[in-house]
C-alpha cells in the first residue's frame, strides 16, 4: 500500500489533470447555459478595453475550455493545452482579477490567488506530461 493519500505519484498526476479538465468544462458548460452569461462576460470585461468582437473572443475562450478539457481528459496534447491555459490564465489576471486584489474569498472578492494556483497546477502537469513507451499517453 502506498503512503498517504494512498495513490502513486503518476496516478496523482493524472487525477490533477482531470481535475484541471473538469474544473474549465464545468465554467464552459455553465457560461453556456447561463441566460446573458456570454454577453455579460464580453460587455462587462472586453468592452471596458476597446476589443472589437467581444462577444467572439468569450466564445472563443469557451470553446478553448471545452475542447482542452475533453483534451486533457484524453491525455492529447496535454503540454500544449496545459500551455494555453496558463496563458488564458494569466490573460485573466492582467485584464480581470489583478486589479481585485490577491484574494477570492474571506479577505476579498475575485483576486489572482485561486488563478495563480491553477497555473501552478498546469505547470505541474505540463512538466510530467507522461506517455507510454509507444508514445500514447498514460
Same mark, same amino acid.
Given at each position: 500500500?502506498?503512503?498517504?493519500?494512498?495513490?502513486?505519484?503518476?496516478?496523482? $498526476?493524472?487525477?490533477?489533470?482531470? !481535475?484541471?479538465? &473538469? *474544473?474549465?468544462? %464545468?465554467?464552459? /458548460?455553465?457560461? @453556456?447555459?447561463? +441566460?446573458?452569461?456570454?454577453?455579460?462576460?464580453?460587455?462587462?470585461?472586453?468592452?471596458?478595453?476597446?476589443?472589437?468582437?467581444?462577444?467572439? $473572443?468569450?466564445?472563443?475562450?469557451? !470553446?478553448?475550455? &471545452? *475542447?482542452?478539457? %475533453?483534451?486533457? /481528459?484524453?491525455? @492529447?496534447?496535454? +503540454?500544449?493545452?496545459?500551455?494555453?491555459?496558463?496563458?488564458?490564465?494569466?490573460?485573466?489576471?492582467?485584464?480581470?482579477?489583478?486589479?481585485?486584489?490577491?484574494?477570492?474569498?474571506?479577505?476579498?472578492?475575485?483576486?489572482?490567488?485561486?488563478?495563480? /494556483?491553477?497555473?501552478?497546477?498546469?505547470?505541474?502537469?505540463?512538466?510530467?506530461?507522461?506517455?507510454?513507451?509507444?508514445?500514447?499517453?498514460?
Amino acid at each position: 500500500m502506498n503512503p498517504f493519500p494512498f495513490i502513486s505519484s503518476k496516478l496523482s $498526476i493524472i487525477v490533477l489533470r482531470i !481535475s484541471l479538465a &473538469i *474544473i474549465f468544462l %464545468i465554467h464552459a /458548460i455553465v457560461r @453556456i447555459k447561463t +441566460k446573458g452569461s456570454i454577453d455579460d462576460f464580453a460587455n462587462s470585461t472586453f468592452n471596458k478595453i476597446w476589443f472589437i468582437t467581444p462577444k467572439m $473572443i468569450v466564445w472563443g475562450i469557451t !470553446s478553448f475550455e &471545452i *475542447i482542452g478539457g %475533453i483534451l486533457l /481528459i484524453s491525455g @492529447i496534447f496535454v +503540454k500544449w493545452i496545459s500551455t494555453g491555459f496558463i496563458i488564458l490564465l494569466l490573460m485573466g489576471i492582467i485584464i480581470i482579477h489583478a486589479q481585485l486584489g490577491w484574494f477570492v474569498g474571506e479577505f476579498g472578492t475575485g483576486g489572482c490567488e485561486y488563478s495563480f /494556483i491553477l497555473i501552478m497546477a498546469f505547470i505541474v502537469v505540463a512538466a510530467t506530461d507522461m506517455k507510454r513507451v509507444d508514445g500514447q499517453p498514460l
